[in-house]
């Protein structure tokens, strides 16, 4: 009996490491494709040349990833080699896609993106939710993706996923969201005010059912809007290290250190818009007083500004544009609490690098140099630093941070298509 038992467990030791080495060679062909570039699309033969596989080898785990939709082939192309022509491999389009969701102080929204980066559906509401209550704001954001969920099931794509940022801290992955001060949320169970809301639908079907709880429930992730907005950041920058600062009515912030986001030990690290300029400033929604959100806050800047509260950023723009002298002051004084904040921030951090997100990119070259004024005063590092010392305005797009929830959706399939492929 013991050496039965003992052979069944050899045995299993074996297929569980034939089973290992296949998801790691599909993982190794599947990166090759996905980081190939977009006008040099790898082969079979490319990829065996690269990786050492044998041909026969790539050749069924490609077809392993095509059968499973998330690679295609393209065009024959003839090359100067004998034999038959190459086929480029690239990544799948609208076949596998992951949603990025966002509840924030002046808008819902919802963007699916498949694997290859291409947005196949948005909603946009613009809304303030100053004051609002959680069951109807995320009751509002279930009935949004139920009718994006049904249109892309009938188009024929797979969903994997959904991230939800918000603007405040929050437990990652699964909450709860512990604070956000500016919606005026406190001690919200995401996952259970969503599956109360996912029990007022009404589905024909239970697999809609189903698939909504999957994704809105049981597998949904939730993030600072910031991180998730970096996230979008760090793939257009490999491996750097930066402070992306997103501005909105509340200011977030995301540590970016080679490559990835530093979230601290529960997910909260990033506040920096209460982090205090002023103890003796003006009290701020979430209790203290003299945070940076009532000098740079979008609210606070456009009332310094005299613009309306319906104004915008690009409002605030035109005005500086024109040389509007109150516009000016109220962007330089944004500027140096701004600065004074993330100085602090960066000789904790040893980051060299700001990102400007959100409503600061459009205004990045009026708060450029106040901010670097600062910084170059207050950084400790500055001297030894130089040039290295910058502040750039976001590449990340309108809404960063549904994209970047919508590609942290996908990042588990894309570091391992085998759980897509094989469960």
């Given at each position: 009996?013991?050496?039965?038992?003992?052979?069944?467990?050899?045995?299993?030791?074996?297929?569980?490491?034939?089973?290992?080495?296949?998801?790691?060679?599909?993982?190794?062909?599947?990166?090759?494709?996905?980081?190939?570039?977009?006008?040099?699309?790898?082969?079979?033969?490319?990829?065996?040349?690269?990786?050492?596989?044998?041909?026969?080898?790539?050749?069924?785990?490609?077809?392993?990833?095509?059968?499973?939709?998330?690679?295609?082939?393209?065009?024959?192309?003839?090359?100067?080699?004998?034999?038959?022509?190459?086929?480029?491999?690239?990544?799948?389009?609208?076949?596998?896609?992951?949603?990025?969701?966002?509840?924030?102080?002046?808008?819902?929204?919802?963007?699916?993106?498949?694997?290859?980066?291409?947005?196949?559906?948005?909603?946009?509401?613009?809304?303030?939710?100053?004051?609002?209550?959680?069951?109807?704001?995320?009751?509002?954001?279930?009935?949004?993706?139920?009718?994006?969920?049904?249109?892309?099931?009938?188009?024929?794509?797979?969903?994997?996923?959904?991230?939800?940022?918000?603007?405040?801290?929050?437990?990652?992955?699964?909450?709860?969201?512990?604070?956000?001060?500016?919606?005026?949320?406190?001690?919200?169970?995401?996952?259970?005010?969503?599956?109360?809301?996912?029990k007022g639908l009404d589905h024909s079907a239970a697999s809609a059912r189903t698939l909504l709880h999957t994704l809105l429930v049981e597998n949904?992730?939730?993030?600072?809007?910031?991180?998730?907005?970096?996230?979008?950041?760090?793939?257009?920058?490999?491996?750097?290290?930066?402070?992306?600062?997103?501005?909105?009515?509340?200011?977030?912030?995301?540590?970016?250190?080679?490559?990835?986001?530093?979230?601290?030990?529960?997910?909260?690290?990033?506040?920096?818009?209460?982090?205090?300029?002023?103890?003796?400033?003006?009290?701020?929604?979430?209790?203290?007083?003299?945070?940076?959100?009532?000098?740079?806050?979008?609210?606070?800047?456009?009332?310094?500004?005299?613009?309306?509260?319906?104004?915008?950023?690009?409002?605030?723009?035109?005005?500086?544009?024109?040389?509007?002298?109150?516009?000016?002051?109220?962007?330089?004084?944004?500027?140096?609490?701004?600065?004074?904040?993330?100085?602090?921030?960066?000789?904790?951090?040893?980051?060299?690098?700001?990102?400007?997100?959100?409503?600061?990119?459009?205004?990045?070259?009026?708060?450029?140099?106040?901010?670097?004024?600062?910084?170059?005063?207050?950084?400790?590092?500055?001297?030894?630093?130089?040039?290295?010392?910058?502040?750039?305005?976001?590449?990340?797009?309108?809404?960063?941070?549904?994209?970047?929830?919508?590609?942290?959706?996908?990042?588990?399939?894309?570091?391992?298509?085998?759980?897509?492929?094989?469960?």
């Amino acid at each position: 009996m013991i050496q039965r038992s003992s052979a069944l467990t050899a045995g299993a030791m074996t297929r569980a490491g034939q089973r290992s080495l296949r998801e790691h060679n599909l993982s190794l062909v599947f990166s090759h494709v996905r980081e190939a570039a977009l006008d040099d699309p790898p082969s079979r033969a490319d990829i065996a040349d690269t990786t050492g596989l044998t041909k026969a080898t790539v050749s069924s785990l490609v077809g392993t990833l095509i059968d499973a939709g998330l690679v295609v082939e393209g065009d024959p192309i003839s090359s100067q080699r004998a034999g038959r022509p190459a086929i480029p491999l690239r990544l799948a389009e609208s076949t596998v896609a992951a949603l990025g969701l966002e509840v924030n102080v002046d808008f819902l929204g919802l963007r699916a993106i498949d694997i290859s980066g291409r947005v196949l559906t948005e909603s946009i509401a613009r809304e303030n939710l100053r004051g609002s209550e959680p069951e109807a704001v995320l009751g509002s954001l279930v009935h949004r993706v139920a009718h994006e969920v049904k249109a892309l099931d009938r188009a024929g794509v797979r969903l994997v996923g959904a991230s939800l940022a918000l603007p405040g801290i929050a437990d990652h992955p699964a909450g709860p969201l512990r604070l956000a001060p500016n919606l005026g949320w406190r001690d919200v169970d995401v996952r259970a005010v969503l599956a109360s809301a996912l029990k007022g639908l009404d589905h024909s079907a239970a697999s809609a059912r189903t698939l909504l709880h999957t994704l809105l429930v049981e597998n949904l992730t939730t993030d600072n809007e910031a991180n998730l907005a970096a996230r979008v950041e760090i793939d257009a920058h490999k491996g750097s290290s930066f402070i992306y600062v997103s501005g909105e009515v509340g200011i977030g912030a995301a540590i970016v250190v080679d490559g990835r986001v530093f979230s601290g030990l529960h997910g909260w690290a990033g506040e920096i818009g209460h982090v205090a300029v002023d103890p003796a400033g003006p009290l701020c929604a979430c209790g203290s007083a003299g945070c940076l959100e009532m000098y740079a806050g979008k609210r606070s800047l456009m009332e310094a500004a005299g613009l309306g509260d319906r104004s915008d950023v690009a409002d605030l723009v035109s005005a500086l544009t024109r040389g509007n002298k109150r516009a000016v002051g109220a962007v330089e004084a944004a500027a140096d609490a701004l600065g004074v904040a993330l100085a602090n921030c960066m000789n904790l951090v040893d980051v060299n690098c700001v990102v400007l997100g959100g409503d600061f990119a459009p205004l990045c070259d009026a708060l450029a140099p106040g901010l670097m004024k600062q910084l170059s005063s207050r950084v400790l590092a500055s001297r030894w630093v130089g040039s290295e010392l910058s502040v750039r305005a976001s590449t990340a797009g309108s809404y960063p941070a549904i994209t970047g929830g919508a590609m942290a959706a996908l990042d588990p399939i894309m570091a391992n298509p085998a759980s897509l492929v094989w469960g």
